[in-house]
């Protein structure tokens, strides 16, 4: 199962809190650990703005990306 689809079933059985979930990811994977350093302390503008930029420079869009997971 893929972080994303782990942290979305979490979730749903966890009273919608994926916390500890993402902090297990984050002591396993080194990409997650950075991830979260990088959007703690941001606020909801600034992670969306942040993931834009993120997506701007893989040439899609954060829509786009929802869309192909599914969701």
Known sequence: MNPMAMV???????????????????????AMRQAMDMA????PQE???????MARQRGTTVDNIIKQMGF
């Open 47 to 53: 992670l969306r703005q942040i993931a834009d930029n």
């Open 40 to 43: 703690r302390g941001k606020s």
């Open 8 to 30: 979305m079933q979490m979730m749903r059985t966890r009273n919608g809190n994926p916390a500890p979930l993402l902090e297990q990811l984050a002591r396993q994977n080194p």
